[in-house]
């Protein structure tokens, strides 16, 4: 598992900082299929996780040069399809879902141990501090990306105004970039 990463890891960096493209399909090949069905959490269709995980990878490769990473390239993979598909959701509309079809797949499959952990370890994170963010700034922030509500349907839910929303989830996205990243 540790090797896996170490593997990941490297090709990553090979992508980024060579431009190898045969190390880029290598990657692509062998994190595409858990990828999609991380994304599936997120959205509703394997069509769409599928879509999502594409875009990255292609927004990896269209910006390789520009790309420096901070965490590692597994961590780095999975929070940007976890934001692309949270992206991909608001712009669509759609409700949460999960594909059947992809839990069925990942049960036969099994999770890696490194990959539950990673998300664990990361959900801990998250989950700490969203817990640690000044109480109206939480409640702004859970409505908004747990629960997928607009600002203006915030700002009228708490009785505050659309402008408060923008800031209190400005304080939240900041506060939560430096303490998970």
Not at 53 to 63: C, L, P, Q, T
Not at 73 to 101: C, E, G
Not at 151 to 176: D, F, H, P
Request: hydrophobic share 35%; charged share 25%; aromatic share 8%.
């Amino acid at each position: 598992m540790a090797a896996q990463n170490l593997l990941i890891d490297t090709l990553f960096k090979r992508t980024l900082e060579q431009g190898d493209s045969a190390s880029f399909e290598a990657l692509f090949k062998s994190q595409y299929q858990t990828l999609c069905c991380f994304a599936t959490r997120y959205l509703n269709s394997p069509e769409a996780a599928e879509e999502a995980v594409s875009e990255v990878f292609y927004k990896i490769w269209k910006n390789r040069s520009q790309i420096n990473i901070k965490t590692s390239a597994k961590y780095y993979l999975y929070a940007s399809v976890r934001n692309m598909a949270i992206d991909m959701r608001r712009q669509n509309k759609s409700q949460l879902h999960t594909s059947d079809d992809c839990l069925n797949e990942q049960a036969h499959a099994g999770p890696d141990a490194a990959e539950t952990l990673i998300g664990n370890e990361t959900q801990q994170k998250i989950d700490s501090a969203i817990r640690r963010l000044p109480p109206q700034c939480r409640t702004v922030f859970q409505l908004s990306r747990l629960e997928g509500l607009k600002y203006q349907e915030i700002a009228i839910q708490m009785g505050i105004s659309i402008k408060t929303v923008e800031t209190q989830m400005t304080r939240a996205l900041k506060q939560l970039r430096v303490e998970v990243l």
